[in-house]
């Protein structure tokens, strides 16, 4: 009879043990999940900030190159107007 209770017990606590260990790889599992999904989120925005970073550089040389442009129309200008 103590055998048999003993072979139950080692059972039980077997089946425990598995059950811990299907918990605990659930657990990992999870986290793993939920990580990779943040990972990527954060790699999202950090590619969406660097293409508005390489959008607003453009833009501040495409205005610096607009008012350069102007200037030295303006200065053809009064060139233009003073020699005629």
Do not use: C, P
């Amino acid at each position: 009879m103590k055998m048999h209770q003993l072979d139950v017990d080692v059972k039980v606590l077997i089946a425990e043990v598995t059950t811990k260990m299907q918990s605990q790889s659930e657990r990992m599992e999870e986290f793993m999940t939920v990580w990779k999904e943040n990972h990527g989120a954060a790699h999202e925005v950090a590619m969406q900030q660097e293409q508005h970073g390489h959008e607003h550089e453009l833009a501040d040389k495409q205005t610096a190159l607009a008012a350069q442009q102007a200037s030295t129309e303006g200065a053809n200008d009064g060139n233009a107007s003073t020699s005629g």
